[in-house]
């Protein structure tokens, strides 16, 4: 069994792994969470843990999937194993189960004591639009059915008991409420905050089914679900809060800007509402949050719920495909694969097949089995030292990227790009200078 079952199970496990920046100072929920959230990942010091929020009793976390390292943690992994425990994990799904009880209704707020006021919801970027709920799990389930659905959906607070509701083409979400909506109905959904981070991963990942089941793969056991106090959708039991709310029909209000994926701002959008029911919690809850265009944003989005089928990908056009990464600092448009080539012209047509995998990736780097795809270091020094350009890349344009990509039309068609950054089988016989990995704690 897991050690690893709820979001406090999994700072626990953090904090022994030296991956937890725990902070006493006093913290401003405007900007100020945002921005020592953004100077932790750059200098790589864990997830940030702020115990006092300025006018808040509820303490924050954020960037708690921020990095690789992180991610190996709550999949209790290695690095280059998370592709392949994501892998299975979509091939071998495991049902939830039904409790009557759980810790995230040991408290419940409801009608007109509901407040999300009361919660610590950051604004983070400089311009965003207002306070956000960026890392809260939206769970929804069919109107007229049982399939249930996770996903992330930004919401800005607009009251009381009001939030706005970016929901984009392509999502499950946007099917059950298009469904309500053409009944003129309220869709009831409820949003989880503070769960297991096998289940975030799993609510950033698309499957046609209910994405818990990712989440119990994950874990190699059924996730435990409770139902809502005010409708039947089943939420996580263990969440630290829930807020349960409804999509209103025929309406649309603007929200934004918000910091998105590919590090630049939104524009406002006009986006449905939600109306909140009531917010049940766990006693001394914990609020989680995802900054905006954080590496935790683009990881929990593009890189591993992409990552396996980029493996699929690559290694259908070649069997030397050793592992593929898709760094959280390219955005999602740049996918990166390790190889053991057996013919010079195979890093050609594994890039092909990479760009081909998400219309998303738009460079794609092959590199050798010596290079490290986990260091930005390691796979610059490649492309310094093993790429003719003129032989090495090559460009394929007019081909369909993301309309948010600011190098691609409002279509999204743009070029992408393919660098074989391998060393050529003719380059002079050259070896690379390697240090062999030791433990430095007999030194230090
Ligand atoms: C932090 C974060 C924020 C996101 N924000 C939104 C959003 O505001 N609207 C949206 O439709 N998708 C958003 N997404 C993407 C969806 O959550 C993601 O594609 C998910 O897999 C959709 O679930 P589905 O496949 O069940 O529809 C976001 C993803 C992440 C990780
Ligand atoms: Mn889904």
């Keep these: 069994m897991s050690k690893i079952k709820d979001l406090r199970s999994f700072i626990e496990v953090l904090r022994a792994n030296n991956q937890l920046a725990e902070i006493e100072k006093e913290v401003a929920i405007e900007y100020e969470i945002g921005n ?6 750059k200098r790589n010091m864990g997830a940030g843990f702020f115990k006092n929020v300025k006018g808040h009793t509820i303490p924050v976390i954020g960037g708690v999937l921020g ?23 979509l091939d071998n799904p495991v049902k939830p189960v039904k409790v009557s009880q759980a810790p995230c209704q040991e408290n419940v707020i409801l009608g007109d004591e509901v407040d999300l006021g009361k919660l610590p919801i950051p604004q983070h970027a400089p311009k965003d639009g207002g306070p956000f709920i960026t890392g809260g799990v939206i769970v929804s389930k069919e109107l007229n059915g049982t399939r249930q659905n996770l996903s992330f959906q930004r919401m800005q607070v607009k009251g009381k008991n009001k939030l706005s509701i970016m929901i984009n083409e392509w999502r499950h979400l946007k099917d059950f409420y298009d469904e309500a909506e053409a009944q003129g109905k309220a869709l009831p959904i409820a949003i989880a905050i503070g769960v297991d981070p096998a289940i975030y991963v799993g609510a950033g990942i698309r499957y046609d089914g209910d994405e818990m089941e990712i989440a119990g793969a994950i874990r190699g056991e059924a996730l435990e679900v409770v139902k809502c106090v005010t409708s039947d959708v089943y939420v996580p039991a263990q969440a630290e809060i829930i807020i349960e709310a409804e999509v209103v029909p025929d309406y649309r209000e603007e929200e934004g800007p918000l910091g998105e994926f590919t590090g630049h701002y939104s524009d406002p959008w006009p986006s ?18 995802i900054a905006g265009a954080s590496f935790e944003h683009i990881n929990l989005g593009n890189v591993l719920p992409r990552e396996p089928l980029l493996k699929k990908f690559t290694t259908y056009v070649s069997n030397g495909v050793i592992n593929v990464h898709i760094p959280p600092y390219g955005s999602g448009f740049l996918a990166l694969v390790q190889i053991k080539k057996k013919n010079p012209g ?3 047509n594994v890039a092909l097949a990479a760009m081909m995998t998400y219309v998303n990736i738009k460079n794609v780097i092959v590199v050798d089995e010596d290079v490290d795809i986990y260091n930005p270091a390691d796979v610059m020094w ?27 039309d409002n279509r999204g068609v743009q070029t992408k790009m393919g660098i074989d950054a391998t060393l050529a089988d003719d380059s002079k016989g050259l070896e690379r200078v390697v240090y062999p990995d030791i433990d430095l704690s007999k030194y230090l």
Excluded: W
């Excluded at 990095?67 to 994990?89: F, Q």
């Excluded at 492309?383 to 369909?400: G, H, L, M, T, W």
């Design 36 to 41: 020592v959230l953004a100077n932790l990942e």
């Design 382 to 408: 490649a492309v310094s030292n093993r790429v003719i350009p003129e032989r090495d890349i090559f460009y394929v344009p007019n081909a369909q990227g993301h309309e948010l990509d600011p190098c691609s």
């Design 272 to 289: 449905p509402t939600l109306k909140v029911n009531a917010i049940t919690h766990r006693n001394n809850p914990i609020f989680q949050t």
């Design 346 to 348: 195979e890093p050609k």
């Design 67 to 89: 990095s690789m390292d992180r991610i190996a943690l709550a999949l209790e992994c290695e690095k280059k194993e998370i592709n392949e425990v994501l892998g299975k994990a």
